[in-house]
T-cell receptor, first 110, second 114 residues
Framework: GIQVEQSPPDLILQEGANSTLRCNFS?????LQWFHQNPWGQLINLFY???GTKQNGRLSATTVATERYSLLYISSSQTTDSGVYFC????????????FGKGTKLSVIP | DVKVTQSSRYLVKRTGEKVFLECVQD?????MFWYRQDPGLGLRLIYF???????EKGDIPEGYSVSREKKERFSLILESASTNQTSMYLC?????????????FGPGTRLLVL
């Protein structure tokens, strides 16, 4: 099956710093999503982005489908950004199954 | 707002017990999913369902079964709980009529099997 690799596995930032999280995938995908899991375990969808660039406030994401990677940018980080960021893909063909990467654990310190 | 609820946030069971984890969604979603999350492994799909009474195995179905008698409810069953099933269990749901749908997650159930 498709492989999804995220880097870095752990990241510690000072509040106000910027960061880039990366997701590499091993095959063509129909759907790519970024999720944030807060420290209490709740997963929230951030972006649906199989290709191109999207922005939502301090967060933006870019997927280069031809090169099989996606980037999540966090600018002016805040302590509430802490948690685990997951990239998830599906290969389409009506499956709707998502394959998740292992995540990047982000800690933003005051 | 989409709401996915899970019956328990924390659960402690003994080895060999039968365990039921319940998930309910209020958005009339066709698809429902059960994942387990373990440190360093991300989320792994156990079972999913596209419709009532329909189920499909995910990547790690061994030791689990599921039931979907009503559209809004998807149950995960551990027939005989074992210590290696100690984990965080997450339920999710989504629409099926578009590949643009996202999955909406419940708050998770942390299961400890002693």
């Amino acid at each position: 099956g498709i492989q999804v690799e995220q880097s870095p596995p752990d990241l510690i930032l000072q509040e106000g710093a910027n960061s880039t999280l990366r997701c590499n995938f091993s095959d063509s995908v129909n759907n790519l999503q970024w999720f944030h899991q807060n420290p209490w375990g709740q997963l929230i969808n951030l972006f649906y982005i199989p290709s191109g660039t999207k922005q939502n406030g301090r967060l933006s994401a870019t997927t280069v489908a031809t090169e099989r990677y996606s980037l999540l940018y966090i600018s002016s980080s805040q302590t509430t950004d802490s948690g685990v960021y997951f990239c998830a893909v599906d290969v389409g063909a009506g499956s709707y199954q998502l394959t998740f990467g292992k995540g990047t654990k982000l800690s933003v310190i005051p | 707002d989409v709401k996915v609820t899970q019956s328990s946030r924390y659960l402690v069971k003994r080895t060999g017990e039968k365990v039921f984890l319940e998930c309910v969604q209020d958005m009339d979603h066709e698809n429902m999913f059960w994942y387990r999350q373990d440190p360093g492994l991300g989320l792994r799909l156990i079972y999913f369902s596209y419709d009532v009474k329909m189920k499909e195995k995910g990547d790690i179905p061994e030791g689990y079964s599921v039931s979907r008698e009503k559209k809004e409810r998807f149950s995960l069953i551990l027939e005989s709980a074992s210590t290696n099933q100690t984990s965080m269990y997450l339920c999710a749901s989504s629409f099926s009529d578009s590949s643009y749908e996202t999955q909406y997650f419940g708050p998770g159930t942390r299961l400890l099997v002693l």
